[in-house]
């Protein structure tokens, strides 16, 4: 359980800070299931209310500065998907944005970049659905290591590359 006070990860709603928990707060009357009280941190005036034990949303502590940095000095390891079976790739990219884990999004990110120039290259357009993957995991991750690493989240990409490049 999460305690009131702290950043999780939520849902489709990205990182949000646990406000309160609380009973019911539809059904004053149920006042043993416990709810989470969360305000997502980059939509402000948003209120969620979840159950505790809800296991169909993905529900996670943020990864803190430590960890943030460990994954940016792991990204050039972390290898790509190439999956040639159009509904395939679709469905791998999906089953990583909804476990919002940090290194499935890596992945997604640097393997929709490197399609994206490649498609270019030979003269082709980019696929909506690959710059859709592309902006949701990188909405995901960016917004994660915002926080973790306390720096606005329009300038976590650069900050990410100047950490890459900054080593090599």
Not at 108 to 126: A, E, F, N
Request: aromatic residues 8%; positive net charge; charged residues 35%.
């Amino acid at each position: 359980m999460f305690e009131a006070g702290e950043l999780i990860m939520c849902g489709g709603h990205g990182v949000c800070r646990v406000r309160a928990i609380t009973g019911n707060p539809i059904d004053k009357k149920d006042m043993k299931t416990k709810y989470y009280i969360l305000e997502p941190v980059f939509e402000k005036g948003s209120t969620i209310y979840t159950p505790v034990d809800n296991d169909k949303i993905v529900m996670r502590k943020i990864l803190d500065e430590r960890a943030a940095k460990l994954l940016i000095g792991r990204i050039p390891d972390i290898e790509t998907v190439w999956i040639k079976e159009e509904k395939t790739r679709e469905q791998m990219y999906k089953e990583a944005i909804r476990t919002y884990d940090c290194q499935s999004l890596v992945r997604i990110i640097k393997t929709l970049y490197l399609r994206r120039q490649d498609r270019v290259k030979q003269g082709k357009k980019v696929l909506s659905s690959d710059e859709h993957y592309l902006k949701k995991a990188e909405e995901l991750l960016y917004s994660e290591m915002s926080v973790a690493l306390s720096i606005p989240k329009e300038k976590v990409e650069s900050y990410i590359y100047k950490q890459i490049h900054q080593k090599n």
